[in-house]
């Protein structure tokens, strides 16, 4: 791909949320001159502000998203969520000659089909994976599930996180999971079962070209919709990061294990397809009392992750995308500051279950970088519109830094709203880092 300095850079964005907001800001601060075009489901205020054209269409829309990519010209486009490349978007857009940061399709099944992944892992020996089975009728089922201790019962598709069920979380009795599980092979003609893992969970994201790894710093997110993680499971109410880049409950040989893992994850790719996987290749892992175990891939930056890891990049986003599309990585040094960040997500009363709609949410002062989300400009207010709102970013030397400034913004917010004020707190670490102690015998 060619471009110099002084021409302007023409990048597609897929998505509307803070991800993308915060993609967008990525991109604005790259040295190069960026003129973004953005295509949503729904107008987000933030980066339609930094958007040369916002082309407001169904995310699922793939012919109207290739013709107005083809209409403005864009260089390469970005693609933010899951949904898209699970349909196929990268490959609509290569047949009109514009080459994406994401993978194909048939790449992106490593999110869109756990059975795809789980057996990809178990034929190529990749560590970190769980004993698991995937079926497709009812025989074996009792005895496999007879054979582990807690079960974790998953639908093999995308379904918004919203589909896997865990026993003592969202059932209790292995019985309740196996009449889950029969509904899933009615259902979808297929279920994944997988043993129970216990420990603490983190986000390894890896920029990659297909064959030359770069790592983001280590992130942990919060699921949980309540402090102390009480309540159900949400998008994700917030993420932070350590300046050292690793998290505090994690040994180094952890840290190498899961590295290893997404750098075999990306060679068996290869293996399998004959094809290079371009773009963010994002592990959500769990540290165990033994080892680190891989929970699921996604093929995309996370959200909030990305709000952790896009502010501390030096290197230029435009740079690094390039360097993925030509599959000259290897010749890019990705550099990420070493500074803490906390994000914690402000998210409508109610969320995730029955949230308030179309109320105004008011923004006070604050040091915290801000990025929109599910909301709306009308009439010059902000209006939620039930998803998560709006994301505050805390940046600073150390977590107690980062994790104040993010507080101190959320806190300036008025509406009906919450969020969780525990997050990047040292109080919750200290937690975690016990967790992690008891199960290892410390
Ligand atoms: P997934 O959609 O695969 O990310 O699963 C959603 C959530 O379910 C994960 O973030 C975990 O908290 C939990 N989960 C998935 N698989 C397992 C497992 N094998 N053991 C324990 N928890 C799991
Ligand atoms: N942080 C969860 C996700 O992006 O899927």
Redesign the pocket.
């Known amino acids: 791909m060619g471009g110099t300095m002084d021409e302007t850079v023409k990048v597609l964005l897929i998505g509307n949320g803070a991800r993308e907001h915060v993609l967008a800001k990525t991109f604005m601060r790259a040295p190069e001159k960026v003129a973004l075009y953005g295509v949503m489901a729904a107008k987000n205020p933030g980066i339609g502000e930094l958007c040369e054209e916002s082309f407001i269409t169904p995310l699922d829309d793939l012919a109207s998203i290739v013709a107005f990519a083809k209409r403005s010209g864009v260089d390469f486009a970005v693609i933010g969520p899951e949904k898209p490349l699970a349909d196929g978007i990268v490959d609509a857009l290569a047949e009109e000659g514009i080459p994406s940061v994401g993978p194909t399709r048939e790449l992106a099944q490593l999110e869109s089909s ?1 059975g795809f992944t789980r057996s990809l892992m178990e034929r190529y020996g990749v560590p970190g994976l ?1 004993r ?1 089975m995937i079926l497709k009728t009812e025989e074996n089922l009792q005895k496999f599930i007879d054979g582990l201790e ?1 079960i ?1 019962v ?1 639908p093999d598709g995308l ?1 918004g ?1 919203k ?4 026993q003592g ?1 969202h059932f209790q009795t292995k019985e309740e999971g196996l009449a889950y599980a029969k509904k899933l092979i009615e259902q979808d003609g297929k279920v994944v079962i ?5 420990g603490e ?1 983190f986000s390894l994201m890896t920029l990659t070209d297909g064959r030359t790894i770069r790592d983001c710093p280590l992130v942990q ?1 919060h ?1 949980r919709a309540f402090v102390m993680d009480k309540g159900p ?1 949400t998008g994700g109410m917030g993420s932070y990061s350590e300046a050292d880049h690793s998290l505090p409950f994690l040994t180094a040989a952890d840290v190498r294990k899961a590295r290893r893992i997404n750098e075999k994850m990306v060679e068996v790719l290869y293996r399998e397809t004959g094809k290079y996987f371009k773009g963010v290749l994002y592990g ?1 892992f ?1 540290a165990t009392k033994d080892d680190v ?1 891989l ?2 891939y ?1 093929v995309r930056f996370g959200d909030p992750e990305a709000m952790n890891v896009l502010p501390l990049l030096r290197t230029s986003l435009v740079s690094v995308c390039r360097a993925i599309i030509d599959g000259t990585l290897r010749d890019l040094e990705v550099e990420f500051d070493h500074r803490a960040t906390v994000c914690k997500y402000i998210v409508p009363e109610g969320y995730p279950e029955h949230p308030v709609k179309g109320e105004t949410v008011t923004i006070g002062p604050h040091d915290a970088d801000l990025y929109f989300a599910s909301v709306e400009k009308k009439d010059g207010h902000l209006v939620m519109l039930g998803s998560r709102a709006l994301a505050f970013v805390g940046v600073g030397a150390t977590l107690e830094e980062a994790e104040r400034i993010a507080q101190a913004s959320v806190e300036g917010v008025k509406g009906k709203v919450f969020f969780r004020q525990d997050i990047g707190t040292q109080k919750l670490i200290d937690r975690r880092i016990a967790h992690m102690q008891e199960l290892r015998g410390e």
């Open positions: 756990k769980p698991f807690q974790v998953k379904t996180g589909g896997v069920q865990v979380d997988e043993e129970k893992l216990v969970e997110d699921k499971n959500g769990i175990k929970i699921e996604n």
